[in-house]
């Protein structure tokens, strides 16, 4: 008897989605790549560089076609894992946008800025630029520190009120050179539920910004790049003067959360990511269980999966390998063994559930990223 492996039994290239073992993580790959080329269409507007976080899909492929499809202008990580990852994989321009604690950690930062062309870190206290500048001592290197201040979102970064100080700090330390300011602006999403909330609040945090560089320019000290902006605000934040580059790392994919958020701007068909399930019971005319719980689509948010494609079902709740749906609406009938698809609530942490994205094209498997910085926390 031939004994079949998960591996063996694909997905592969060129095989019809509709044949595919259920549940699967799907990408459409037109979908996607249009919504890179509308980001970048957006930067290239406002004069400013787009540099994708790729702590959404964690795979260097797809971190190597948004560089190709923005500009050239490298990417954004969120731990270091990530950036030895993407290094690894032949991606050379890198900005750490995280703070970088510990002696041995440093240490693999100053190896990794030798193996690469260009690479940045993130600090917002004393003791983060002191210990920068032990490590690139400690490894006669000069390290690159961008100076993250805190936009209004009260989680890290330093107070607007502190930075010229901060700035002055890293100007003055042997071994690092000062990359400018990380003004991120994602408590804006919080505040604001319409287009012009966004447009208001967005202009007002950059003007915020501004006053920073404003001040740390007036103690003699350039101020050459200010980072902003996640997927939600990156449109309105890339409008003002100051702003020089944008890090939104959702926007190839969107999900459920984008699209409740801004539902002038999102819609079904920008929500590229699809988890593909397989009917499993059907207990009752009003509910069909489908085999996508907890451990397929993630739910650290408030946001459940959403029909792809129709509008008479609801998915209502999940167990670690079950999803209840609500059919109660529909007059279709449901049978096992049939297929639903389901956009992803949070695509970020979802795409950290899997090991593999299937590109789709067509109806067809045209690609394969493996979710290769997958578990790289460190």
């Not at 800025?113 to 000069?142: C, F, G, H, K, P």
């Not at 789709?360 to 910085?373: F, I």
Request: glycine letters at 6%; proline letters at 4%; hydrophobic letters at 40%.
């Amino acid at each position: 008897m031939t004994t079949w492996t998960s591996d063996q039994m694909g997905p592969r290239l060129g095989e019809r989605v509709d044949d595919l073992e259920t549940p699967v993580l799907l990408a459409d790959v037109d979908a996607m790549e249009r919504n890179i080329r509308e980001y970048a269409a957006v930067a290239d507007e406002h004069d400013v560089d787009l540099r994708s976080h790729v702590k959404t899909h964690k795979n260097a492929a797809l971190a190597a076609r948004e560089v190709e499809l923005t500009g050239d202008t490298g990417i954004c990580c969120q731990t270091l894992g990530e950036v030895e990852t993407m290094a690894r994989n032949g991606i050379d321009d890198i900005y750490l946008s995280y703070q970088v604690v510990g002696e041995s950690k440093l240490d693999r930062l100053c190896w990794l800025d030798d193996q690469v062309d260009a690479l940045a870190t993130t600090v917002d206290s004393v003791a983060t630029i002191d210990a920068l500048a032990a490590a690139a001592e400690r490894n006669d290197r000069t390290l690159h520190a961008v100076l993250e201040v805190d936009m209004g979102l009260n989680r890290t970064g330093v107070a607007p009120a502190e930075a010229p100080d901060l700035a002055a700090r890293i100007h003055d330390a042997d071994g690092l050179a000062f990359d400018g300011l990380l003004a991120y602006d994602a408590h804006v999403k919080s505040e604001a539920s319409t287009e012009a909330e966004f447009e208001e609040r967005a202009w007002a945090t950059m003007d915020l910004a501004e006053s920073v560089v404003d001040d740390i320019e007036a103690a003699g000290i350039p101020v050459e790049e200010v980072k902003v902006g996640g997927t939600a605000t990156s449109r309105y934040s890339a409008r003002h003067p100051v702003v020089t580059e944008i890090n939104p790392g959702m926007y190839p994919f969107n999900d459920v959360g984008e699209l409740e958020l801004r539902p002038w701007e999102v819609s079904k068909d920008d929500c590229t990511a699809t988890v593909l399930t397989t009917v499993i019971s059907v207990p009752d005319d009003d509910r069909l269980v489908v085999d996508g719980g907890s451990k397929t689509f993630s739910l650290d948010k408030p946001q459940l999966p959403v029909p792809k494609n129709r509008d008479d079902i609801e998915y209502v709740n999940a167990s670690e390998e079950h999803g209840w749906i609500d059919t109660s609406e529909s007059e279709a009938s449901f049978e096992v063994g049939d297929r639903l698809a389901f956009i992803v609530p949070h695509v970020c942490t979802t795409i950290n559930l899997h090991d593999l994205i299937v590109g789709v094209r067509d109806g067809e498997v045209a690609d394969l990223w493996e979710v290769q910085a997958r578990g790289k926390v460190r």
